[in-house]
């Protein structure tokens, strides 16, 4: 079992990743309109990634008995005034999804919840490696600036992700024929 606290909280959280996907979902879209086919791949993957996310609180709460409670996801943003901001919005968003990881852990620890540490935890380092990645990317499209070479060098870059495989997000992965 999980105390309420925790399990509210950790509800939440399967909500705010589902949300993290569909604002990436739909940074993605805004990439793909602009013809920044390798940002909007890049926003694509992170798009998956949120999904694992918010599946590592799923499955938690019901490993341990709970009922998952899905809520509404809120209509989102669906434009930009030009790419870096976009960037600049990723960053913002990662550093908030950080402080609710920190403020699951702050609860988890007050409960003494010693079973839901070790999720908490991976999602803790986790929040590094997603601030590193957006505000790398935020802070090389304030160098950029109106360069257009530079932009499409760095465009060239993000297409190399890659999608975990068989990812449904990955348009060579499904055939929208079946
Ligand atoms: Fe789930 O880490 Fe980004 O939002």
Request: with cysteine.
């Amino acid at each position: 079992m999980i105390k309420q606290e925790l399990l509210d909280a950790m509800n939440d959280q399967i909500n705010y990743e589902l949300e993290s996907s569909y604002i990436y979902l739909s940074m993605a879209a805004y990439f793909a309109s602009m013809n920044l086919d390798g940002m909007a791949h890049w926003m694509r993957v992170q798009a998956h990634e949120e999904i694992i996310h918010a599946m590592k609180f799923f499955d938690h709460i019901i490993d341990r008995g709970e009922k998952v409670i899905l809520k509404d996801v809120k209509q989102l943003k669906t434009n930009w005034s030009n790419p870096k901001q976009v960037w600049d919005n990723a960053y913002e968003h990662e550093q908030l999804i950080t402080s609710r990881i920190n403020n699951l852990m702050s609860i988890a620890r007050k409960l003494q919840d010693f079973t839901s540490e070790p999720l908490l935890q991976w999602f803790v380092n986790e929040q590094i490696e997603e601030e590193v990645n957006t505000s790398k990317i935020s802070q090389q499209m304030a160098l950029i600036k109106e360069d257009s070479q530079g932009l499409f060098m760095l465009d060239a870059q993000l297409a190399t992700r890659s999608f975990p495989a068989g990812s449904c997000f990955d348009p060579t992965a499904y055939n929208v024929a079946n």
